[in-house]
């Protein structure tokens, strides 16, 4: 029996490494045409947080490097979806906000996938749903507290 908590930690990370993976596929394959998933992630967190991020800020917020970060950055602010401005109290620093057509992609990406989540968890059940939440948000901060 010493087994057991090994056994039952690899089977629910299992799980949840398959779900994620299940998830990502399928809200990439809904995305308007040219937005990445990586760019709706950036974009519904300018938009919900409503505040101008530096590129440093949002790449610790999503466990990424900063070159990473920059990489999607570049490619955001290409398609008119942010706005990259020097931070006027240290020029050595960028501050990164969302724009209007930015804001627009982001509602219709959203109204894009909104159908896909609201199936899975009514196929599921609210209450099933409602029970896994508050051991999915233990899970995530103690992984968070982990860094």
Do not use: C, Y
């Not at 990445?36 to 519904?44: C, D, Y």
């Amino acid at each position: 029996m010493a087994d057991a908590p090994n056994s039952l930690a690899v089977s629910l990370f299992s799980e949840i490494l398959v779900v994620d993976q299940l998830a990502r596929a399928s809200v990439a394959r809904v995305l308007p045409k040219g937005m990445e998933l990586s760019h709706f992630t950036v974009l519904n967190h300018l938009a919900q947080s409503g505040t101008e991020k530096s590129p440093a800020q949002l790449a610790k917020t999503f466990h990424l490097t900063r070159g990473a970060m920059t990489n999607t950055l570049q490619k955001l602010e290409w398609a008119g979806w942010v706005h990259i401005r020097p931070d006027w109290d240290d020029a050595r620093r960028k501050m990164v906000a969302i724009s209007p057509s930015g804001q627009a992609a982001r509602d219709a990406a959203l109204a894009a996938i909104a159908p896909v989540i609201v199936d899975v968890v009514e196929k599921v059940g609210d209450d099933k749903v409602r029970t896994a939440l508050p051991v999915l948000r233990a899970l995530r901060q103690k992984l968070s507290n982990l860094e």
